[in-house]
């Protein structure tokens, strides 16, 4: 691997592991309080569960946007991926600091609605000039379609 290929996976990883570091700095400090004290659905995993899944993930993801910045060549579609990659890191970026920094559970319901949405439609077109990273999208969108189902759940019982 190129030395140019190496420092585009490094900041893929960088800039995706650290909304996941930005993300837990208002998460963090809300488990044992705040949220703990919040009626949840009985499929919420304990806690230990999130960072793990969450640092699996945020690596795939940097993987998926390595892939299109680096393994395919530049064209409409590449950059249709690449820009709904970065409209969906966005929200995820904002979900984190509304729901546990401002207790925006219902607010927080709307992004995470919207995430769903974006990641989506960024699989669909990564897919379209990378199969690889549009797969390597799929573990997110089922995690973030599952703890949509937890954030609703918590809207419904509090």
Not at 19 to 36: D, F, H, N, Q, R
Not at 55 to 80: C, E, K, N, Q
Request: charged share 10%; net charge positive.
């Amino acid at each position: 691997m190129k030395m140019r290929s190496i420092g585009r996976l490094l900041l893929c990883l960088a800039i995706c592991l650290g909304i996941g570091v930005v993300g837990s700095l208002s998460t963090k400090p809300e488990i044992a309080g705040w949220y703990a004290g919040l009626a949840k659905p009985f499929w919420t995993p304990p806690p230990l569960v999130f960072p793990i899944a969450w640092t699996a993930l945020y690596i795939l993801m940097a993987i998926a946007f390595w892939r299109l910045w680096d393994r395919t060549a530049p064209s409409m579609g590449r950059s249709r991926a690449m820009t709904l990659f970065g409209v969906q890191l966005v929200l995820n970026a904002a979900w984190s600091p509304v729901f546990f920094g401002w207790h925006g559970i219902r607010t927080g319901l709307v992004i995470i609605a919207l995430m769903v949405v974006a990641i989506a439609a960024t699989i669909f077109s990564a897919s379209r000039v990378d199969r690889i990273a549009g797969w390597l999208l799929v573990p997110y969108l089922c995690w973030v379609l599952y703890a949509s189902t937890i954030n609703a759940g918590v809207v419904a019982l509090n």
